[in-house]
């Protein structure tokens, strides 16, 4: 709405200056009749000045006739109507009074115009009511056979056009929700800065700052709540930047992004500062209701980093995008390391978006063994990319990617379909029947048909759903409302249900009680220092277990590498283990193999 109400302020701002254009063309047309109808009032006395007169009386313009002194002889009605005052006021007076200049300026001008070169200017005009009006103002001379003796003045108001092109100033400089400078007006200044070569010592700075998680906030609490805590927030931003030079320039590029510009005196004012800005999470009141805002700082400096205006102002941002990583509420300065990050990046995304077609992902598979009986019971997949030049990339690094680009959606399903696939192939071969287990993104258990991808899935390669195990992540599920929906119709298929990376989000165990889950994986961070007596992570461990058994619910713990972590687990009577001590992520012709050993072990003990 409030694009389309920008939309059409500019239009009507871009009419009224058309038709101010119009104006200014009919006053300069309306001076060269009065100055042709004076040629012809000589060549035919009676008609022409006939004609004349009734130009003069209707004329919408304020007309003043001036003698070859600068003083009115005469005025139309128009003149009472424009400036509020009888036109006797004007009558045998100067004509620096009637035109509210000085008298120096009048004879100037005045003067220009008898010898016979037409003279513009405006002026504000006070009213007697109080009120002004903006007139713009055409000097002609009246000639008389070959000499001047004399000039007409006519007068336009011209309030209505000027205040138009205020307007269509203001719109095309100023953001119309918080009155900042918008990202034009920032931009011109920040290039003028750059390139005046007269700034004091020190470094320039450029801030790049944005709201943590504004978007869904906004859309919480809605549009205009949200509206009113950017005004508010602008409001802040100002005054604390104002308090820090007199030379800053404040801006909103746009939705939740804001910038500033400032003269610090050196790199680590401006960290002082930028420290400084992401702490403006003072309360923001707004119908009643506190607010608190967190934001993230990213910033450049100039001449350090050196560029124009556009790339100073790409290096803020790029900087802020890696504070935003950080979690937000943090400032980052830019490195030039930065730059090679996003090449990687734009590099990964570009190769991801070919991989399935081009035939580069794979699965790997990792075991589960039930540790009362030793029995292989299941295999995680886990995706792998084998890029044809730069090999084996791992998964911490596109996976992220994948998230952020929506291309998770793809890779996920394919993997799905992979895993399913490869299950049944094993089952075909006459391997025991094992659980296959596949993680399940944010952005796959958001779509609404999941439940039936799922299910054709199972169908169209013949696998039985109690043989595929979905993993969806602690943080997934805190959308209670959504997820219980969710679990239900998958957990009707028959398939099984796990909650991944248990301890690391924010539990919440009165929650967790109601998800239709079967297990819960205990991070391998939790199990990495188990061997330690004194780590509290061995506290966490038995928690979690006893809280999983009394829910009736099992217990898997990933990561485990040593016996020595096998054995606390044991200890403490979790159900299932997964990780290297048992066999790393492997391919399934390896996976394969380690089942016919695995197999053959158990059939002869």
Not at 282 to 287: L, N, Q, S
Not at 563 to 572: F, S
């Amino acid at each position: 709405m409030e694009l389309l109400q920008s939309l059409y302020d500019t239009q009507l701002v871009a009419l009224s200056f058309v038709i101010a254009v119009l104006f200014t063309a009919s006053l300069l047309i309306a001076a060269s009749m009065i100055d042709k109808r004076l040629a012809s009032n000589r060549a035919s006395p009676g008609a022409a000045a006939r004609n004349f007169r009734s130009l003069f009386d209707y004329n919408s313009d304020a007309v003043f006739s001036l003698d070859a002194k600068g003083n009115v002889v005469g005025v139309n009605p128009a003149v009472s109507v424009i400036t509020g005052r009888p036109p006797e006021v004007y009558l045998n007076r100067p004509f620096a009074e009637a035109a509210q200049i000085g008298k120096q300026r009048a004879m100037s001008l005045l003067e220009r115009t008898l010898e016979g070169h037409p003279q513009k200017f405006d002026v504000a005009f006070d009213r007697p009511d109080g009120g002004a009006v903006e007139l713009a103002f055409h000097l002609v001379p009246i000639s008389e056979g070959n000499r001047v003796i004399g000039a007409y003045c006519l007068a336009r108001d011209m309030t209505e056009s000027k205040q138009a092109e205020r307007r269509m100033h203001h719109l095309a400089y100023y953001d119309e929700l918080t009155g900042l400078p918008n990202r034009r007006s920032f931009m011109d200044t920040l290039e003028a800065r750059l390139t005046a070569r007269t700034e004091p010592d020190g470094v320039l700075a450029l801030f790049c700052l944005n709201l943590d998680r504004f978007k869904s906030f906004s859309h919480l609490v809605g549009n205009s709540v949200g509206d009113q805590l950017l005004q508010s927030f602008a409001d802040s931003f100002s005054y604390s930047v104002g308090g820090i030079g007199k030379d800053a320039t404040v801006s909103r590029l746009g939705g939740d992004d804001f910038a500033c510009l400032i003269r610090l005196r050196s790199e680590e004012e401006a960290r002082a500062v930028a420290k400084r800005l992401i702490r403006l999470d003072r309360p923001f009141a707004v119908e009643d209701r506190e607010f608190h805002l967190s934001a993230s700082v990213g910033y450049a400096l100039y001449p350090l980093h050196d560029g124009d205006a556009e790339a100073l102002l790409k290096k803020a941002q790029t900087a802020l995008d890696h504070a935003k990583k950080r979690g937000g509420n943090h400032e980052q300065v830019y490195d030039a390391a930065m730059e090679a990050a996003i090449h990687v990046k734009l590099e990964i995304e570009n190769g991801l978006r070919k991989a399935i077609e081009r035939g580069e992902l794979t699965v790997h598979y990792q075991p589960q063994v039930d540790l009362e009986n030793g029995g292989l019971i299941g295999a995680e997949a886990l995706v792998r990319w084998m890029h044809p030049e730069k090999g084996l990339i791992s998964p911490g690094l596109f996976i992220p990617i994948a998230e952020e680009t929506g291309l998770i959606k793809p890779i996920g399903e394919w993997v799905l379909r992979e895993a399913c696939r490869q299950a049944k192939s094993w089952q075909d071969a006459g391997f025991p029947p094992i659980t296959v287990s596949v993680n399940l993104s944010n952005r796959q258990f958001e779509e609404q048909q999941l439940p039936e991808t799922v299910g054709a899935i199972l169908s169209e390669y013949g696998l039985e759903p109690g043989s595929l195990e979905l993993e969806i992540t602690e943080s997934m599920a805190m959308d209670v409302m959504r997820t219980i929906p969710a679990l239900t119709n998958l957990k009707g298929l028959g398939i099984q249900i796990s909650i991944d990376d248990f301890g690391t989000g924010y539990s919440s165990l009165s929650y967790l009680k109601r998800f239709p889950i079967d297990k819960i994986k205990i991070d391998k961070s939790f199990v990495r220092d188990l061997a330690d007596p004194d780590n509290n992570d061995t506290a966490i461990v038995s928690a979690i277990v006893a809280v999983a058994h009394h829910m009736k619910l099992k217990v898997i713990a990933e990561g485990v590498e040593t016996e020595d972590q096998l054995e606390y687990l044991r200890r403490q009577k979790c159900d299932l283990l997964q990780g290297y001590y048992f066999s790393p992520p492997i391919p399934p012709v390896e996976f394969e193999r380690f089942m016919q050993s695995f197999f053959s072990r158990s059939a002869l003990a």
